[in-house]
């Protein structure tokens, strides 16, 4: 009856220095995002929406994650299924920090200005969509819907650790079922949202799959560095093999090509169709130092994790697997920064202590509630019925 | 059943692990010439096998950087050399566009030459008689089981051994594998020199009848009548004419729109005569006839027509345009010391019109008879 019998599972807790190397990130990043906020609010919360954006990556991709698990029936993925789960936790820190953008909507959104919405013909028509009050209701009905299949996602998975009831596998099959359908609006009204209103005149229909590319990227990477440096250690279970370390590279080298031939497809149209309207989001991006930019983006997000991740070795072993994730990690960062920063600073690309305290303070809240999941919970779904078939897991 | 001869002998096996755990058994045995047969490819198995890595990579990457380079010539060929078309005002080389062509051609011949090669290499085609085709062994390796054939001509092969030993590596069938030499050493009828000359003669058909009707039946010269058209530019020959020259001087008595040559050269008593005024008295004719003198007429004649010029001295005054003489000359022959001119004051038929001219009349009227009106206008 119980297919996980012969696993031996001792929990062992990660070291406090992970959490004092959190809590300093943390600290220190909150020094600087208030001391930015004091001295430039709109750069600031510039910044803000990037740092949102990227937490809501790697939180509701891993919640992706863990449905495409269950939905698919995988096995390989299970032996450290609980890395996205936790990972996914940083959902309940999301209507914190997006409280100072609700306060500062006004520099950032051009079609929050009375002034601007009397003029323009085609804002005013987007006015029943894009104004404060919907949009406001909308970030946090989207975050309310997170929230809620995080938590039922992970109190099944959990309490299945105790009970091993095979019936909790199959009541997640049904959220994770229930789960794809809002994730697709809400990922693609997120994007269209947070980073297409910026320029309220600009339109593209793949936007949101093309967030939701990276977004997926951002969430397997995360996971890849956390899976590789637990397991390297010993955290995790004996018997991840190169198998799986080559399923998630595997992956990452699949979501690479991905995110390419999205980001190539809405490239290729706008360069085609030629239309003012829609070229002028890529000229903003094609002036002064951002064609530098634009052009780094290219191979930061493609080239260098394509030939990265191109050869079957490069998959399996786990100092290359740690490096390229982490590489891709932040590649996802430039690529949310290429989406919006041109916004605030044409012309010209601008990087300082202001976005580095940001994007630290990102980190240390990663590393804190990665930290506080993994103390608190096991970091092996030890109930799972299909544990040992993805112990044993060969390709 | 005379000719046969023993090839082997094979194994098979229910799981994956069983043939990979059997495959290192054999290995480790000494066996040099083995090979394992499996329904998919299974992962691990040429380290099993102690495989040095697979070279076909190489022939994937030659052919996947061969077709790339063959779909930028074609793209690049089609649209910027044989075909030139302007499309949505792009150069004729743009790259962005051949991106997906480019992509599809790499893709479609990494994969199919990849295969090709494996079927060269590995089968050695065009030969494809092998002692394990067509036998029970393959039908199984090649649905649901795993096998491991021995081969005869191994240097340690002893038959009897051989099976004791697949026996103990848990194989659940175990059976020797007998082949007919005749059968093998047919030549392929693809070598024949019959077959190739009709190969050869249906390409250089096929090609041949392709290339007259894309070339002859179906060519159509390029669009670019914009830039060709039949008429003839200024300045150029012309093949027309004689004397070659593409400009021509017009025939005798031709006259230019609006510029009718004057008919009361030094008569101005029968300008004064015949001419009448064709312009309707109207506002935009006066406003019009205001512009024009005040531009022309003003400087010497003042902007009332008293003769009180801004010339400052520098220029001889002209009688004003209010005395009696001029009140009581008709439109005509206003109209001709306009055109020709009268005394020191130049013709102005180069500056004005007969139409701006007959204007002008209108308005000198109108100056006229703000200062001497007739008894009707105070009415």
């Not at chain 1, 409280?99 to 005013?124: A, T, Y």
């Not at chain 2, 070598?191 to 190739?196: A, I, M, S, T, V």
């Not at chain 2, 013709?347 to 001219?357: A, G, N, P």
Request: net charge positive; proline share 6%; glycine share 6%.
């Amino acid at each position: 009856m119980n297919h996980n019998a012969e696993i031996s599972y001792i929990k062992k807790n990660i070291p406090s220095k992970v959490k004092s190397l959190g809590i300093s990130l943390l600290i220190i990043g909150m020094l600087g995002i208030i001391l930015s906020y004091y001295f430039d609010t709109a750069r600031s919360a510039y910044n803000n929406i990037i740092i949102f954006l990227f937490l809501i990556s790697i939180g509701v991709g891993s919640l992706f994650l863990i449905s495409i698990e269950y939905l698919s029936g995988a096995v390989w993925s299970v032996p450290f299924r609980r890395i996205p789960e936790f990972l996914a936790g940083i959902i309940l820190t999301l209507p914190i920090i997006v409280l100072p953008l609700i306060f500062n909507m006004s520099n950032v959104f051009e079609w929050l200005h009375p002034e601007i919405l009397k003029i323009d013909e085609l804002l005013k028509s987007k006015a029943p969509y894009l104004n404060q009050n919907f949009f406001i209701v909308r970030i946090f009905v989207f975050i309310s819907i997170w929230l809620i299949f995080f938590y039922f996602l992970l109190r099944n998975s959990i309490k299945q650790d105790e009970n091993k009831d095979q019936a909790l596998t199959k009541k997640n099959i049904k959220f994770s079922a229930a789960f794809m359908p809002f994730f697709a609006i809400t990922i693609t009204f997120t994007a269209i949202d947070w980073l297409m209103s910026l320029e309220p005149h600009w339109f593209s229909t793949i936007f949101g799959v093309y967030y939701f590319s990276g977004s997926v990227l951002a969430a397997l990477a995360s996971s890849t560095i956390a899976i590789v440096l637990l397991n390297e250690k010993g955290y995790l279970l004996k018997g991840l093999s190169n198998d799986h370390y080559y399923s998630l590279g595997a992956l990452l080298f699949a979501f690479v090509n991905f995110w390419a031939y999205i980001a190539f497809s809405q490239y290729l149209l706008i360069w085609y169709a030629n239309l003012p309207e829609e070229t002028i989001w890529f000229l903003n991006r094609w002036q002064g130092s951002w064609i530098y930019f634009s052009i780094g983006l290219i191979i930061i997000h493609f080239v260098v994790p394509y030939f990265g991740l191109l050869s079957q070795p490069s998959k399996m072993n786990p100092k290359r697997l740690l490096l390229m994730s982490i590489w891709i990690l932040f590649a996802h960062y430039y690529d949310l920064f290429w989406l919006a920063i041109p916004n605030y600073s044409k012309n010209q690309v601008i990087f300082s202590w202001n976005e580095i305290s940001f994007l630290v303070f990102a980190i240390g809240l990663l590393i804190i509630i990665f930290y506080a999941f993994a103390n608190k919970f096991n970091l092996v779904p030890i109930g799972d019925p299909k544990l040992k078939r993805g112990i044993d897991f060969r390709l | 059943m005379d000719n046969k001869k023993l090839y082997g002998c094979a194994a098979i096996y229910n799981t994956p692990d069983e043939i990979l755990s059997a495959a290192k058994e054999v290995r480790n045995s000494g066996y040099k010439k083995f090979d394992v047969h499996s329904p998919y490819p299974i992962h691990g198995m040429p380290k099993a096998m102690n495989l040095p890595p697979s070279k076909l990579g190489y022939a994937a990457l030659i052919f996947g950087l061969s077709g790339a380079i063959t779909a930028l010539l074609l793209t690049f060929w089609i649209s910027a050399i044989d075909y030139p078309l302007v499309i949505g005002g792009k150069p004729f080389f743009s790259f962005p566009a051949y991106i997906p062509v480019i992509f599809e051609v790499t893709v479609l011949s990494a994969s199919v030459a990849t295969v090709i090669t494996m079927l060269f290499i590995f089968f050695k085609l065009p030969n494809n008689a092998h002692p394990l085709n067509d036998t029970e062994y393959m039908k199984k390796v090649s649905s649901d089981k795993y096998g491991i054939v021995i081969q005869a001509d191994d240097d340690i092969f002893n038959e009897s051994v051989v099976i004791d030993f697949l026996r103990k590596t848990g194989a659940s069938e175990v059976f020797p594998i007998y082949f007919n030499d005749e059968e093998l050493s047919v030549k392929p009828k693809i070598l024949e020199p019959k077959f190739l000359l009709f190969l050869t003669a249906t390409a250089i058909f096929t090609s041949g009848i392709t290339y007259f009707t894309l070339n002859k039946l179906l060519y159509m010269t390029p669009f670019n009548w914009m830039m060709e058209q039949p008429k003839l530019n200024p300045q150029h020959s012309s093949i027309i004419f004689k004397d070659g020259f593409g400009m021509r001087t017009p025939v005798e008595g031709t006259v230019a729109r609006g510029h009718l040559p004057y008919a009361f050269k030094n008569k101005p008593e029968d300008a004064g005569k015949y001419l009448v005024n064709p312009l309707p008295v109207s506002k935009s004719v006066l406003q019009l006839g205001q512009k024009k003198y005040d531009i022309y007429c003003s400087p010497c004649h003042g902007y009332h027509g008293e003769g009180d010029s801004r010339l400052r001295g520098q220029f001889p005054n002209p009688p004003s345009l209010h005395s009696e003489k001029v009140r009581n000359w008709s439109d005509g022959r206003i109209f001709h010391v306009i055109t020709e001119g009268q005394n020191i004051m130049p013709s102005y038929s180069s500056q004005l019109t007969e139409d701006e001219r007959w204007a002008i009349i209108h308005y000198i009227r109108v100056l006229q008879r703000s200062l001497n009106a007739k008894e009707t206008d105070l009415q």
